[in-house]
């Protein structure tokens, strides 16, 4: 009974275990998760069956039939193979749109961090340059753009062999039409101001002159890369500087000791993000010719394997950037 009691007691005496409170991170992970679950749901109810069906379409032969509806025959990689080696303006736009996309990349991130770190400095009218800056990112989804895609669907039917119609118009590569493009600079200028300077190759000339007479297309780009940059410069603490310069640090050492590593990230996202961007451009060749491809008679399932060859091709660019880039990522940890 003694036993009994003293039990009884003890299991009196035991506090009871709270409820653990859920984290300031669980939370949040909680809260974003509800906040993206309409684009989950309607990514798996509405996109997914259709990026199945375009996979299935890529393999197959479709025929219309007579009755209505249509018949699809396995052909396996038919399709991928005329893409890639019968089709040769396929291969030429595929190639050319990787080289400029290479191009694009270290130009466009370069100069919205150049731009960038300019705007952040205290200046007077500081908020109307940004706004200026900003002004092409707005413009392009207007009715700029509609002319800047007209332009280059000229020169798409001046550069490709196949027949398109806009309007009342026919154009084919046959035609041979001569335009005269007014250029910044030439190489041979740059090669006079170099001319002093020793180890500067022919090649990064020409890519300093390739990147000034593409200067409207880059600010065009640069827009949003810009605020991403803003974005982190402003969360850099001035109190580092500050304590930079009174150690004795030059401007120059500040920029590579402290901004461009707490910068890093926002150039990792940046790279990321213009590969994704020239990807998705309405002006993107590639994407316009796989659309002309899919308008053909008999096109749809050829223009789905050059979908799907393009889109591999990106995913394997922005995996070879991510590599690159995160190896110089630096990642400020803060103690909890």
């Known amino acids: 009974m003694q036993n009994t009691e003293e039990i009884n007691q003890s299991q009196i005496a035991a506090p009871k275990k709270k409820k653990r409170a859920s984290s300031l991170d669980s939370i949040k992970a909680r809260s974003g998760w509800l906040f ?122 001046q550069n490709t062999g196949r027949t398109i119609v806009t309007g009342t118009q026919n154009a084919t590569s046959s035609e041979t039409s001569t335009s005269t493009v007014v250029q910044i600079v030439s190489a041979m200028d740059f090669e006079w101001l170099f001319w002093s300077m020793k180890g500067i190759s022919m090649d990064l000339v020409m890519y300093v002159v390739v990147a000034v007479n593409s200067i409207y297309q880059i600010i065009n780009r640069s827009g949003v890369q810009m605020l991403i940059f803003l974005g982190g410069l402003q969360s850099i603490s001035p109190a580092i500087y500050e304590s930079a310069f009174m150690e004795g640090a030059s401007a120059w050492e500040s920029f590579w000791k402290i901004t461009f590593p707490m910068i890093s990230p926002m150039i990792f996202v940046n790279a990321v993000y213009t590969v994704i961007d020239s990807f998705t451009s309405q002006s993107n060749t590639i994407m316009r010719f796989i659309g002309f491809v899919y308008d053909e008679p008999g096109g749809q399932v050829l223009s789905s394997a050059m979908s799907w060859v393009y889109f591999t091709i990106v995913i394997l660019m922005i995996a070879v950037v991510g590599l690159i880039v995160s190896s110089f990522v630096f990642y400020q940890r803060r103690e909890h």
């Open 36 to 157: 993206i679950l309409p684009f989950v749901i309607g990514f798996v109810v509405i996109y997914l069956p259709i990026v199945f069906q375009s996979i299935h379409f890529s393999f197959t032969e479709v025929k219309v039939l007579t009755g209505g509806g249509y018949s699809a025959e396995w052909v396996g990689f038919t399709n991928y193979q005329e893409a890639l080696f019968v089709d040769a303006d396929f291969f030429r736009l595929l190639t050319g749109g990787i080289q400029q996309l290479i191009f694009d990349i270290p130009a466009i991130v370069i100069f919205a961090l150049f731009m960038a770190i300019l705007l952040n400095q205290k200046m007077t009218g500081r908020a109307v340059f940004r706004a200026i800056f900003f002004i092409p990112v707005i413009l392009a989804t207007g009715i700029i753009d509609k002319i800047d895609q007209g332009n280059n669907l000229l020169d798409y039917m």
